[in-house]
């Protein structure tokens, strides 16, 4: 075990889902006690990078007012689901109202269709009728590490699970802006979602049986081959849809997707509108982004939205040996090294030739999606930046696209646990070996943080790789430290009822 390690996690936290009787669920009492698919969790985050904890965007009420009311590095606090003043109340104030209003769900197959947008409130009017899906309460962690920031969000008696990983980059004003605003962007998306169902009548979906058929799959022009597909469109918005069967599952499904990617978009368009509010006096805020990993699990099915080069990635046994697990990727990665992220630039900039330039976007990034970035997206952005640091020939933006990847997953008692994880993890790991060590983890250790020890073992190959020691790799202070490694930050979430492993380091 890493020694020198130990204190130096900018964030390690872990959860269990002990029921309403205070002990962990076995596989009788699942449906009734617990609903959720998921058992325990844990996370953890180390830092590469040195960045200044800005205090200033939104006029500080992001850094002074929001964050540190949901940051909790190393263990969970219970808050109330639905604060008497939550942060969408302080940014609206903030931002004077800039509001975009929501448009309703994105299918045209389901009853969501006809649904009146005014039926959903902007951001400057969140309601605090309810909590997120009827909790009163959550159990929330989270913390920032270099210019990563992690959140996790649990209401255990509802069976759900939010858990989120923002991969800054150019400092960390976007992932922090993302920390503080988008699970309240989400909840207050799905609030409305669920009190519109219950007044047209559309029951929510509270089947927890993970043998029934998967009824849609969302993604991004693309699917994964393990996925059974039986008839598809593609809608106005660029998003693939798959439907197998009609009903209020099938719709509360859609609704689902379209909420997340509705709440990102809000949050994209509050963001760059405070980056034009602010950027007479911080320039630098116009080149600041940041990657978006969202994963939502809910009853048996496990919802994912990513921006950049994060990944989610679903350990599944093979065959009918236990013992083999396969690594699934549910998330696409949108940077320039993928050949139809490549093209999809070429053919939406016809006229511009050189849209990918020194293996970058116009020479400046190599993800193709991201929140923020506002100079690859808005010439007047761009214009804010002098000299070199300016992008020459903006022909045609935006270069860098804000359209998420989606995914529904229908868990099954097949799959065994997800690591989300950024991208830092993958400069030294693929995803094959990542399950094999997390598997490795929990069944000689399981009482301990798989989250924690996956970093780790990552420190190591980072010091074998530079010729270093564990120790000396560790002495070297974040910030000096990036030669050798990037901020990594990972989610472990094992799924099923929990019969052979649990997590030490346990909210009780």
Not at 188 to 209: E, G, H, Q, R
Not at 248 to 276: G, H, P, R, T, W
Not at 324 to 336: K, P
Not at 411 to 418: C, L, N, R
Request: some cysteine.
């Amino acid at each position: 075990m890493v020694s020198k390690s130990d204190g130096k996690f900018n964030v390690s936290f872990g959860y269990q889902c002990l029921g309403r009787k205070g002990t962990a669920c076995d596989d009788n009492e699942k449906v009734q006690m617990c609903k959720s698919s998921f058992f325990c969790f844990s996370g953890a985050a180390l830092s590469a990078n040195f960045t200044l904890a800005n205090t200033n965007i939104c006029n500080g009420l992001i850094g002074t007012g929001i964050l540190p009311s949901l940051d909790s590095p190393k263990t969970f606090q219970r808050v109330p689901s639905s604060p008497s003043l939550s942060s969408l109340d302080i940014l609206s104030s903030s931002m004077q109202s800039n509001t975009s209003n929501l448009s309703g769900c994105i299918s045209s197959q389901s009853d969501c269709s006809d649904w009146d947008a005014s039926m959903l409130k902007s951001m400057s009017a969140p309601s605090h009728s309810e909590g997120f899906l009827n909790a009163m309460e959550v159990e929330i962690a989270g913390g920032a590490a270099g210019e990563d920031r992690v959140q996790a969000v649990c209401s255990e008696e509802n069976g759900w699970l939010f858990c989120a990983i923002y991969d800054g980059f150019n400092g960390r004003d976007a992932a922090d802006f993302l920390a503080g605003t988008l699970y309240e962007n989400i909840r207050l998306y799905l609030n409305t979602l669920n009190s519109k169902m219950m007044t047209s009548n559309i029951m929510m979906p509270d089947d927890f049986c993970p043998d029934g058929p998967l009824p849609y799959l969302i993604e991004d022009h693309s699917f994964h081959e393990n996925m059974s597909l039986e008839a598809s469109s593609i809608n106005d918005m660029g998003v693939a849809m798959v439907q197998k069967e009609e009903g209020s599952s099938d719709v509360f499904k859609n609704c689902v997707i379209s909420c997340l990617e509705q709440a990102l978009a809000q949050a994209e368009s509050d963001f760059l509108y405070m980056v034009e509010q602010e950027m007479d006096d911080r320039p630098d805020l116009v080149s600041i982004g940041s990657c978006v990993l969202v994963v939502l699990i809910h009853g048996q099915d496990l919802y994912s939205l990513n921006l950049g080069d994060s990944r989610a990635i679903l350990a599944k046994t093979k065959g009918i040996n236990a013992e083999n697990l396969e690594a699934i990727q549910l998330t696409d990665c949108h940077s320039v090294d993928n050949e139809a992220e490549r093209m999809r630039l070429l053919s939406d900039h016809p006229d511009d030739p050189k849209i990918i330039s020194h293996g970058k976007v116009k020479g400046k990034l190599k993800l193709t999606r991201a929140f923020g970035v506002g100079y690859l997206k808005k010439k007047k952005l761009n214009d804010a930046l002098m000299g070199i640091l300016q992008v020459p020939n903006l022909l045609s933006p935006p270069y860098i696209s804000t359209q998420p990847s989606l995914n529904i997953h229908r868990i099954s008692k097949d799959d065994q646990f997800v690591l989300v994880a950024s991208d830092g993890l993958f400069d030294f790991f693929s995803n094959e070996e990542v399950v094999k060590i997390v598997r490795s983890f929990i069944i000689t250790s399981p009482s301990s943080n798989p989250a924690k020890f996956l970093v780790e073992q990552l420190m190591s190959r980072a010091a074998k790789r530079a010729g270093l020691s564990l120790d000396e790799l560790m002495d070297i202070p974040a910030g000096m430290r990036r030669e050798y490694h990037d901020d990594v930050t990972v989610i472990v979430i094992l799924l099923g009822t929990g019969h052979q492993t649990s997590t030490a380091s346990t909210h009780q």
